[in-house]
T-cell receptor, first 115, second 116 residues
Framework: GDSVTQMEGPVTLSEEAFLTINCTYT??????LFWYVQYPGEGLQLLLK?????DKGSNKGFEATYRKETTSFHLEKGSVQVSDSAVYFC??????????????FGTGTLLAVQP | EAGVAQSPRYKIIEKRQSVAFWCNPI?????LYWYQQILGQGPKLLIQ????????DSQLPKDRFSAERLKGVDSTLKIQPAKLEDSAVYLC??????????????FGPGTRLTVL
């Protein structure tokens, strides 16, 4: 079945460092791809999404590009802040509308940014 | 706009006991999801409702888990009897209407269950 694999954490960076969190996926069809973020003590929030190949999702300085040829959706940010410390989840949706909107998540990557 | 509400936030029970979780989705959202998040893993969908009908419950352990959404609004997830491996965070999410095309899922804060 469909699955998502993301790099294990924790990832520890200094403020203003460059961030990459790798995510690859396996899917039989043409999934939509997402990054969710979970700040300490809060629920999951959608950070960005991409619905087709070569789409770039972006939000709050984070970016990820849907690469069908490498089945990847790596999360990047040019300069992280302490406030970016959170757990980041890569996810895919098997259906885009239609019968199901089920999300399949990776295991999450803890990012800790030090001042 | 109020978000997805869940209660209780924390629950500790002994194995073989029963437990129930409650979820109130965002007003007007037709689709409701229950996910199970075991420590160190990503959330896994247990059941999905469209209004008061079940869309997908393929990963719900039906011998011990049950869920209902009788009036198409609030939902309850029950475990009876609980096992040690049910210790997890149970997340509820809602979205406007999956039949209208892709729509964002909004997550509640979760209920952390510990089974001793």
């Amino acid at each position: 079945g469909d699955s998502v694999t993301q790099m294990e954490g924790p990832v520890t960076l200094s403020e203003e460092a460059f961030l990459t969190i790798n995510c690859t996926y396996t899917a039989t069809g043409y999934p939509s791809l997402f990054w969710y973020v979970q700040y300490p003590g809060e629920g999951l929030q959608l950070l960005l999404k991409a619905t087709k190949a070569d789409d770039k999702g972006s939000n709050k300085g984070f970016e990820a590009t849907y690469r069908k040829e490498t089945t990847s959706f790596h999360l990047e940010k040019g300069s992280v802040q302490v406030s970016d410390s959170a757990v980041y989840f890569c996810a895919l949706s098997e259906g885009y509308g239609g019968a199901t909107n089920k999300l399949i998540f990776g295991t999450g990557t803890l990012l800790a940014v030090q001042p | 706009e109020a978000g997805v509400a869940q209660s209780p936030r924390y629950k500790i029970i002994e194995k073989r006991q029963s437990v129930a979780f409650w979820c109130n989705p965002i007003s007007g959202h037709a689709t409701l999801y229950w996910y199970q998040q075991i420590l160190g893993q990503g959330p896994k969908l247990l059941i999905q409702f469209q209004n008061n009908g079940v869309v997908d419950d393929s990963q719900l352990p039906k011998d011990r888990f049950s869920a209902e959404r009788l009036k198409g609004v609030d939902s309850t997830l029950k475990i009876q009897p609980a096992k040690l491996e049910d210790s997890a965070v149970y997340l509820c999410a809602s979205s406007l209407d999956l039949l209208a095309g892709w729509d964002e899922q909004f997550f509640g804060p979760g209920t952390r269950l510990t089974v001793l």
